[in-house]
């Protein structure tokens, strides 16, 4: 089973930047869509970012323009880019792979972002 190894996150000001890294431990069929999710306090883990081998990529309204999600195939390895952070950014981040029609988690990064 591939494992998915999560890296990056930690507590940052109003207006910082954070990338978070998340690094598969095979490479992945090239169908594979990978994507960024996120967790807040009391509500239920939504994506936020998503991108596919061809470098087709979608964003959730509320990070658009601020965040960048990208991949590198040769590395088996998805970035996101944080940009411009808000307290409404705070959550638990973490990367996801659809894998022969199954989800594949990351372990979490906690990020805060303080005022």
């Known amino acids: 089973q591939v494992h998915l190894v999560e890296s990056g996150g930690g507590r940052v000001e109003a207006g910082g930047s954070l990338t978070l890294s998340c690094v598969a431990s095979?490479?992945?069929?090239?169908?594979?869509?990978m994507a960024w999710y996120r967790q807040v306090p009391g509500q239920e883990r939504d994506v936020v970012a998503s991108?596919?081998?061809?470098?087709?990529?979608g964003y959730i309204g509320a990070v658009k323009g601020r965040f960048a999600i990208s991949r590198d195939i040769a590395t088996n390895t998805v970035y996101l880019q944080m940009n411009d952070l808000t307290s409404e950014d705070t959550g638990i981040y973490f990367c996801?792979?659809?894998?022969?029609?199954?989800?594949?988690w990351g372990q979490g990064l906690q990020v805060t972002v303080s005022s």
């Open positions: 996801n792979a659809f894998i022969v029609g199954k989800f594949t």
């Open positions: 095979r490479p992945l069929a090239t169908s594979v869509q």
């Open positions: 991108i596919t081998h061809d470098g087709i990529k």
